[in-house]
């Protein structure tokens, strides 16, 4: 059972419930922002959740956060990306570790941060999605919007799409880790096949 939490803003979804965790608070619970000041992407880099116009919000953001014990952690990431991709729309293709992307652009991202508070480990899964694409200024990768792919969706209506089967695929993922999910995972995979360059 998750109790759900929507604020009109927040600094940070992920840091909210970091806060909370690290005070104790380890319920399960669903996080939705209509708008952040600080959110927060891998590598520290900001997340805008900024509204489009007159339209508020012009994103999804939210964290879940709940006590989690699989056996391995190694593809939490990956799992929770391909519950997001699979629940949204099948054009959608993942880029390791934790970016969905529209073609070559980026159309949502997930950060995934955890506590440890005594014996438990509490997770706290951040998911942002552009349901318009923001301004492209300052980015290396170019936005992309879900309502290219699903003209009518606004937030409230992604978040139905994806909250039910990411709690589902988490708890699949605590059960039985990453690899009944590794096959699904290639055929979403935007770089499965191709050759990369590495850098640090």
């Not at 200024?137 to 792919?149: H, K, N, S």
């Amino acid at each position: 059972t998750f109790s759900v939490e929507v604020l009109p803003e927040i600094d940070s979804t992920n840091t909210e419930l970091m806060r909370r965790a690290r005070a104790g608070q380890l319920d399960p619970v669903l996080l939705v922002a209509e708008r952040q000041t600080a959110g927060r992407g891998r590598l520290g880099r900001d997340w805008s959740s900024a509204s489009a116009g007159d339209e508020l919000p012009a994103g999804l953001t939210f964290s879940l956060g709940l006590p989690l014990a699989p056996v391995d952690w190694s593809g939490l990431s990956l799992a929770v990306g391909l519950s997001v991709v699979e629940s949204l729309h099948p054009a959608l293709q993942l880029k390791w570790p934790n970016d969905v992307w529209l073609q070559d652009r980026k159309l949502a991202g997930i950060l995934i941060e955890t506590a440890s508070v005594g014996e438990q480990r509490y997770a706290v899964i951040g998911v942002g999605i552009n349901i318009v694409a923001p301004p492209a200024q300052d980015l290396r990768t170019l936005p992309a919007g879900l309502r290219e792919v699903l003209p009518e969706i606004d937030a409230p209506a992604a978040l139905t799409r994806v909250a039910a089967p990411l709690v589902r695929a988490v708890r699949q993922f605590e059960a039985s880790g990453f690899g009944p999910l590794r096959q699904a995972f290639h055929a979403r995979d935007r770089l499965y096949g191709h050759e990369v360059v590495c850098s640090d």
